[in-house]
């Protein structure tokens, strides 16, 4: 099994910056990673995901503002969000595949609980 805990959610204000962390532990090895939000009353939606090889994927909407990365030796994966706008609050959950390709679908194997982010006007 595979554990995963995010951090780093928060509030700020339209043109800010947040910075998100997530944490994997177990039977973690090469595993695909990625991002995933949801907003209220929407569903869950593709942020960004990378691979063990630095290969990354992101969402059009994200697309230049947010930056995904990933540290194989500490089995962590970041999203660096910069220019926040209000449409992009949400609960955002770290997610992981059992394998290393990654994917803007399904299936994604793993999830965190999520960690909220509010951009405020």
């Known amino acids: 099994q595979v554990r995963l805990v995010e951090s780093g959610g928060g509030l700020v204000q339209a043109g800010g910056s947040l910075r998100l962390s997530c944490a994997a532990s177990?039977?973690?090895?090469?595993?695909?990673m990625g991002w995933f939000r949801q907003a209220p009353g929407k569903e869950r939606e593709f942020v960004a995901a990378?691979?063990?090889?630095?290969?990354?994927q992101y969402a059009n909407s994200v697309r230049g503002r947010f930056t995904i990365s990933r540290d194989n030796a500490r089995n962590t994966m970041d999203l660096q969000m910069n220019s926040l706008k209000p449409e992009d609050t949400a609960v955002y959950y770290c997610?992981?595949?059992?394998?290393?390709?990654?994917?803007?679908?399904?299936?994604?194997?793993?999830w965190g609980q999520g960690t909220q982010v509010t951009v405020s006007t």
């Open positions: 990378i691979t063990w090889f630095n290969g990354k």
């Open positions: 997610a992981a595949r059992k394998s290393p390709a990654i994917t803007t679908g399904n299936p994604w194997d793993y």
């Open positions: 177990g039977q973690f090895g090469n595993n695909g």
